[in-house]
Each structure stands twice: as C-alpha cells, then as structure tokens.
C-alpha cells in the first residue's frame, strides 16, 4: 500500500494556479524528497494532504485513508512538522510533547524524546516562547515523533538548524526509516535530500518535473563537466567540432567547454594541446544545484552559461 | 477526549497571560469598588446598590469577554501553533469547542470571583440581600459566557487577528455602547414606513429592547428579583425568556464561527 497517493490534485486560489493536475505516488517504507523552488506549490500540496486546505479538485490519501474524511484516525497515525509552526509561548516543551501524546492517545515518555532530538533537560523545562530557531525546530520534530508515526511529513525541516542540527536530524530520519516509517520531506537544500532520499520529485509551477532516484535523475542530465583550460595563447580556431563536447568559449587566456562523457574531456584536452601550450587544468563536475536549476529553469542553457562567463573572469 | 485536552491546554496557556488577569482584576476594583463606595455613602437600598453594582458590571465584563476570547482562534493562526495542533489528531470542531470551553472557564472563574466579591461587599456594608446572589452571579456568568461566544465565534470566523479586533470593537459598540441608538433608529424608521403606530409597543420591538446579551441578563435580573417569576404569562416579564436568549448567544455565534472556520485555508 502507498504511503502518499495523490491523483490528479489541482488547486486554484482566485486566478492563481498553485497546483496543477499533479499525480504522486510515495511507498511505503521509502525516504522521498520534494524539492522545488519556492511557489512550485510544495507547501500547497503539503497543506492539501495535512487538511488545512481544501483541494480544488483530485483527491489525496496517505496510508490508505482520505485527507479529509479519516483525518482523526490518519493523524493519530502519522507524525507532522509543519511549515511555519508556531509554538505556545507560555507552555513549557516537555508541556508541548506531553500535549501531543495526550491528543494522540500514545505512550510515549516525553524526556525520552526530548532526549532523541537534543532539547537538554534544562530547556525542556522552560517557556517555548524563550527557544531559540534551533531549539523550537527540535522541539517541533519530538512533537511529531510522538506514537512512533507510520508516516513523518516534515515540511522544510532544515530551516533554522545549524550544521550540526541538520547532521543529526539526517541520522533522525534514517532511524525513523529504519524502523519501518515512510519518511516525506519537503526542502529547497539539494545535499540534506541527496544524503537521506531514497527518491526525489522536483515540483515546477505545480506539476511534477521529475521523480526518480537521485543517481537516475544525475544519469538522465547531460550535464557532463566543465573543463577550463589555461593556455599561454588563445588559439585561432576554437576546437568546437567534438563530439559531446558543448559550449565552447575562448577568452582571456582560458578555454571552456563542457564534456559530457568522460572520454570527452581527454580529446577535448588533446585538441587544445594541438595548437597551444596548455599550462593548468580545471575541471569542475555539475553539481546538483545545477541539475535542480536544469529541472526547474525555463532555459537551461542560459543557467549553464553563467558559471562560465564568471570562470573567464578568473586568472 | 481531544476537546478536553484542548481546552485544558488552553486554560494552561492562556490563564498564564498576565494581561489577562490584569483587565480581570481592574474590572473587578472597579465593580466591587464602585459599588462600595457607593454602598457606603449613600442610603441606597441593597436593592438599589445590587443593581447599580449589576448595570456596571453589564458594562465591564463584555470588554473583558470579549478581550478574553477574540485571539482564541485567530491568534494561534498568527502564530502558526493551530498548524501544530491540526496536524495532530484534533480537528477543527474539537479545536473550536475546545477553545471555546477553556476560555469559558477562564471567564466563569472571573466571573464568579468579581460577583461573589461584589456581592460580598454589598452583603457586609449595607446587610441582609444573601437571596440575590444567585441571580446576580447567575445572570452575569450567562452573560459573560454569551460574550466569549461571540468572541470565539468572531475569532474562528477571522483571518487575521487585526480582524478580529476590529469585528469584537464593532460587536461590543453594538450590542452595548450604542444599542439605544440602533433601538431608537429601528423604530423610527419602522414609524415612517407605517410599519408601527407612533407610540405602541409590539412584540418586536420589545424584543428589541432585550436582543443583546447584556440586555437580556438584565432583563433576567429584574424578573427574578421582582418575582422570581421563572414562567411568566408575559415572557418579557420571566426569567425564561431571557435566559432562552442567552442561550441562543451561546450556540448561534461559535455555530456560525465553526462553518467560516470549517471552510477556512489554514495556510
């Protein structure tokens, strides 16, 4: 059975289309990414799916149970941390976890949780309205951690933590994955989705780009790499006609192009060679940022030009 | 189960509000302390001074109610803690109720206190008058828990806290502040359309004169103390029927808050 199933999910607020017409399907027991640049309509469809908004037209269920209509029993069964939640100020965090296991009818000990996500004994015992971003995001995700969830919905959980935060909140995910949840997160920061994501789907002006593995997604991109070659002159003719190499540029003593294969760049190089001295190399693999920007930018070549009109600014 | 929980929470959360209590407790001074000044000075009669302590009180406790009961809603949408709340296992319904509960303690416990107090107060200057306790505090505490209604009501019904200020002010300008002017304004414009004769009284527009909650707790008051008629031949002259308009102001506001609500993009 599908952890998430969405089926052809539109909503419109007035004119504005947030979603449109998007079918996604998340199994059970898998750690899927959503990424998207913001308005894509990530948080709209997470919204759909959590009833707080009402969809347009389509339909949505996770665990097999509607949105709308099971909405008491599937949110007893799944555990959520919203996009801009807010916290009760004048209630303490232990209050906070103890709140949710009451309303979830769990049995869960609430320092326990507090100790899995790193709220110290000392803070629990304070007014959330004094937290830190950091201390409100762990505070947040021991909520939703509470009657160990079939299925955790984390809506940019990233947001607010430092680097060490987003370390451990990784191992928290892959513990949770480990245990048998489906893990479904939201985010705008490619490597925290490459390190944990069993798959991704990249939202674009609501509908789905793409949804693939990781690896599939970087093999299905021709992004191949960059290769900058300083010469002691610039040649006469630019070697432009190899196969798979792309977008060759000559200027200021350097000269580009991108390889899409491997083999690419060692004749791209070769040729240089041919009529200039080559005296260093560079070479810089797409990254993710670029693929993301490949997915998600209306023109993909005007992406990729960028980083090399900055590379001929280089000495 | 999850309504209890939630209006528990809420009793924790906002009886921790120290502006609260600060409104509550200069309400308070100032009923109890008017009346005992008044108790004290003049030669009013523990009638007299229970009801002049009962006109200010109809006054006050709406703006505290009020205060009390407009953010119910709207201000966890502003802070974004309903999105926790509703993605756990309560829905609206049990959010709304909860809500409306918990702060209807809140207000009954200040209610009760401030009466209870004022009364006392009444009771030990000027002696004897135990037997109005009763639908003293009793007319104040529907009152009041009409007002949180309306208030709760307004607050589910808004999106924005700014909102719902603005909907509470216009409630208690109309319903308190300025009523005898939309009474007055109602029945001459009734007069010019030939609608009612220069002078009478029909039904409606007695009613009129009982419509709001404040209106009808005093109108509850004075039939029970003059009476105690419970079962009038007039209605507009037994406790029944004001108390019945009480209870409308309770279920018909948080009804209509719940389907605004109900509908509402939480986003």
Same mark, same amino acid.
């Given at each position: 059975m599908a952890a998430i199933e969405i089926r052809d999910l539109t909503k419109r607020f007035g004119d504005v289309t947030?979603?449109?017409g998007l079918d996604l399907t998340v199994e059970s027991g898998e750690v899927f990414g959503f990424l998207g640049p913001n308005g894509a309509g990530k948080s709209t469809t997470i919204n759909v799916l959590l009833d707080f908004v009402a969809p347009t037209t389509g339909s949505a269920s996770m665990l097999g149970l509607?949105?709308?209509?099971?909405r008491t029993e599937l949110h007893r069964r799944i555990g959520v941390v919203p996009e801009n939640y807010g916290l *009760?100020?004048?209630?303490?965090g232990r209050r906070h976890v103890e709140l949710a296991v009451d309303l979830k009818d769990a049995s869960d000990d609430p320092d326990a949780l507090l100790d899995r996500v790193g709220l110290s004994p000392a803070d629990?015992?304070?007014?959330?309205?004094? *937290?830190?971003t950091g201390m409100s995001q762990r505070l947040a995700l021991a909520v939703a951690l509470v009657g160990s969830p079939e299925l955790l919905i984390l809506d940019?959980?990233?947001?607010?933590?430092d680097p060490n935060g987003a370390r451990e909140l990784r191992e928290l995910i892959v513990a949770e994955n480990d245990r048998g949840a489906t893990v479904f997160f939201s985010s705008h920061i490619l490597e925290q989705v490459e390190a944990v994501a069993d798959r991704v789907g990249i939202l674009q002006d609501g509908r789905l780009a793409a949804v693939d593995s990781i690896e599939h997604l970087r093999q299905n991109l021709d992004g191949g790499a960059r290769v900058s070659l300083r010469v002691d002159r610039e040649p006469?003719?630019?070697?432009?006609?190899?196969?798979?190499?792309?977008?060759v540029d000559v200027g200021d003593g350097v000269v580009e192009g991108t390889c899409l294969e491997p083999d690419a760049k060692l004749a791209f190089i070769d040729r240089v060679r041919e009529a200039a001295t080559v005296t260093d190399v560079r070479i810089e693999e797409s990254s993710l940022e670029d693929m993301f920007a490949s997915y998600t930018a209306e023109d993909v070549d005007a992406e990729r030009a960028e980083p090399a009109a900055s590379a001929e600014g280089q000495p | 189960m999850s309504v209890r929980t939630v209006a528990r929470k809420d009793l924790a959360d906002a009886g921790r509000s120290k502006s609260l209590w600060a409104v509550t407790l200069l309400v308070l001074f100032v009923t109890a302390g008017i009346t005992a000044l008044v108790g004290t000075t003049s030669d009013e009669s523990t009638v007299q001074v229970f009801q002049l302590a009962f006109q200010l009180a109809v006054l006050t406790l709406p703006i505290v109610a009020l205060v009390l009961a407009k953010g119910a809603i709207t201000g966890e949408r502003e802070s974004g803690s309903l999105r926790v709340l509703l993605s756990l296992p309560p829905s609206r319904y049990d959010v709304l109720l909860g809500k409306f509960l918990g702060r209807t303690a809140l207000m009954l416990v200040a209610t009760l206190v401030g009466g209870v107090a004022t009364a006392m107060v009444v009771v030990t200057t000027l002696?004897?008058?135990?037997?109005l306790l009763v639908p003293f505090v009793g007319s104040l505490g529907l009152m009041t828990v009409a007002f949180v209604a309306v208030g709760v009501g307004i607050s589910a019904a808004s999106a924005t806290d700014g909102r719902a200020n603005a909907f509470a002010v216009g409630a208690y300008m109309l319903l308190v502040a300025l009523w005898n002017l939309v009474q007055a304004g109602i029945r001459a414009g009734a007069t010019e359309l030939g609608l009612v004769e220069a002078g009478s009284q029909p039904a409606w527009l007695e009613f009129l004169g009982v419509f709001p909650p404040n209106r009808a707790a005093v109108a509850a008051y004075e039939s029970a103390v003059a009476g105690?008629?419970?079962?009038?031949?007039d209605p507009f002259a037994s406790v029944w029927f004001p108390v019945a308009i009480l209870f409308a102001w309770i279920v018909v506001p948080v009804a209509f808050g719940y389907l605004r609500f109900r509908d509402a993009d939480i986003a």
């Open positions: 947030a979603v449109d509607d949105v709308a209509d099971d *009760y100020d004048r209630l303490s629990r015992d304070r007014p959330a309205g004094e *937290y830190s940019e959980p990233t947001g607010g933590l006469e003719r630019v070697p432009s006609d190899l196969p798979n190499v792309r977008d | 002696g004897g008058g135990v037997e105690g008629r419970v079962f009038a031949a």
